[in-house]
């Protein structure tokens, strides 16, 4: 059951994109789960749970991203961090 | 492993300066494909022979070929170039600054090839270019993982998120060592099977350190603590304690990277335990190693030699 991998593709909404604030956004709800969650995009890669490797992939604003969650409670990590893409990462 | 194909627009971007490369004819036409570092002198095609023409490479043209061709009556030298640029090559470079036949400039159009042009010595750019071509063609690939160099040794460093990987390299960092990516590698593979790897371009140098943020290091530890790009002797995990970690370093295990097999150990992480110190000194046994000194498989051939000799009662 925990070990079937879920995913979702989301939107990148905000002004700016995936820059460092974001990025620290998602690397602490992605912490708050022990699924391995990833976010890809054009075939690269990352840890949802690495700063820096959410800044590498760069998610520019209107992009699309790909997530990517194993374990057990891997669709509810999925759900809280596609509320934080949806609500534009809180962005003013 | 198969080569990644490039595109002459590609080598283009990349060789404008280094190699000196310019655009004569054949400028829609730059999508072609690359599909072999080797390049060829068409001498041979343009007698006429084309048994074994290798038609997948860039066709260089230099002083012998254009002399040649330059001898041979208009209508011949038409047929004998239409002939070459008939086989589907990805294209055509001029070298020593050569002005080029007005039949190259029409065929490149009539046959969609381009022709590109550079001032260099066609030897010096036969170099240079294969070198080049090795390095844009070479496979590529992302990992997840911190990269360090110490003492001439690429380390990389893996491990789930939150284990320590940033920690242990600032520590290494302060030591006097050289970070080359943090979290995020970029690896490339020779077509000699070694493995090089860099950071990504947008974070290069930059460091995140938990409760501190992001850090930039050369600004901190000053340029000596960054290293733009090292090859690859030993990937290191730094993993929960399993209590299965191999006690004595005989049994040498590996990772496929790209196709290449390096050496791998398996560091359990333990509250009070100094991994700086432990990643160093891994690296100075693999330096080692790689000198021929296997200090775990020497002391084991002792004790083998030693329980043999007892067992025959010498």
């Not at chain 2, 072999?36 to 084309?50: Q, S």
Request: proline share 3%; net charge neutral; charged share 25%.
């Amino acid at each position: 059951m925990g070990n079937k991998s879920i995913s979702r593709k989301l939107k990148v909404e905000n002004e700016y994109g995936i820059h460092a604030r974001p990025a620290a956004l998602i690397v602490k709800e992605a912490a708050r789960y022990t699924a391995d969650i990833y976010l890809e995009k054009d075939g690269n890669r990352v840890s949802c749970k690495s700063i820096m490797g959410l800044m590498t992939i760069e998610g520019f604003p209107g992009s699309w991203v790909t997530l990517i969650a194993t374990g057990s409670d891997a669709a509810d990590a999925l759900d809280s961090l596609e509320a934080l893409f949806v609500a534009k990462f809180h962005e003013a | 492993m198969k080569m990644r194909e490039i595109t002459v627009q590609r080598l283009l971007d990349q060789g404008a300066d280094s190699l000196k490369l310019k655009v004569l004819a054949g400028e829609d036409y730059l999508s072609r494909k690359v599909q072999e570092t080797a390049m060829n002198r068409p001498g041979l095609a343009l007698t006429g022979f084309f048994t074994y023409f290798a038609h997948q490479r860039l066709q260089i043209f230099g002083l012998a070929e254009l002399t040649y061709l330059k001898n041979l009556e208009p209508a011949e030298r038409r047929s004998r170039l239409e002939a070459v640029f008939k086989q589907q090559i990805p294209g055509v470079v001029l070298t020593r600054k050569r002005r080029a036949i007005p039949e190259i400039l029409e065929l490149a159009a009539a046959y969609q090839v381009p022709v590109l042009c550079t001032s260099m010595v066609t030897m010096d750019f036969v170099n240079a270019c294969t070198v080049m071509l090795d390095e844009l063609t070479a496979p590529t690939k992302r990992v997840q993982g911190t990269t360090l160099e110490l003492m001439g040794i690429g380390v990389l460093l893996r491990g789930d998120p939150g284990i320590g990987k940033s920690e242990t390299a600032l520590a290494l960092i302060e030591r006097g060592y050289s970070l080359v990516s943090d979290d995020v590698t970029e690896m490339r593979r020779t077509s000699q099977g070694r493995l090089f790897c860099w950071a990504n371009d947008m974070t290069r140098y930059h460091m995140e350190i938990r409760g501190l943020g992001i850090i930039h290091v050369p600004s901190l530890f000053g340029v000596s603590a960054i290293r733009r790009q090292t090859e690859l002797d030993l990937v290191i995990d730094l993993t929960m304690p399993t209590g299965e970690e191999d006690r004595t370093g005989v049994l040498q295990e590996t990772v496929d990277i790209l196709g290449v097999s390096v050496p791998l150990i398996m560091l359990p992480v333990r509250s009070g335990r100094d991994m700086a110190n432990i990643v160093e000194v891994a690296a100075l046994n693999q330096k080692l190693k790689e000198l021929g000194h296997d200090a775990a498989k020497e002391l084991d051939d002792k004790i083998i030699s030693r329980l043999n000799g007892v067992g025959r009662g010498q």
